[in-house]
């Protein structure tokens, strides 16, 4: 677990308001689009991609989601997706590897790191998807990040 700062990124981004079920549905398909999309219209990708919830409390409440793919910054915009650049982001990160059903244990560790230090919630946390193996997910490696104050 580290503490980091994030320079501005920019990002093509797909964003929707949803409950942690209605998300799922852009599980796999939304990466595909994104980098279609991206790809289709000459964008330079810089990154892999992001998962960014703004507000998440619960399971069932409401939360922004931004699905977004680092690219170098543009004007390119489509009806889908939109060009957003990210300020800096302060948090605390860990490395998670396997499959993402065992996500919570790592968002508790940071949890705990974060009480211990005395570090505040910012209200957003990222999820970075450096290795997504759908037939394989011991092999997947996610950074996570939680944003403090």
């Not at 990466?31 to 892999?48: F, V």
């Not at 968002?107 to 211990?116: A, G, N, P, Q």
Request: include cysteine; charge should be negative.
């Amino acid at each position: 677990m580290e503490l980091k700062l994030i320079k501005p990124i920019s990002f093509y981004t797909f964003s929707a308001k949803v409950d942690f079920m209605e998300m799922m549905q852009y599980v796999r398909v939304m990466a595909q689009n994104l980098y279609g999309s991206a790809i289709d219209n000459k964008l330079e990708i810089t990154g892999p991609l992001y998962w960014i919830y703004n507000g998440m409390v619960d399971m069932e409440s409401k939360f922004d989601l931004d699905i977004c793919l680092p690219v170098t910054h543009s004007e390119t915009e489509s009806k889908e997706f939109k060009i957003k650049t990210r300020t800096e982001f302060k948090c605390v990160s860990a490395i998670h590897t396997g499959t993402w059903f065992g996500l919570k244990n790592t968002y508790d560790k940071l949890s705990h790191f974060m009480e211990e230090k005395g570090y505040q919630p910012s209200g957003e946390n990222r999820e970075i998807y450096i290795n997504m193996d759908f037939d394989e997910e011991d092999n997947n490696i996610t950074e996570v990040q939680i944003g403090i104050k």
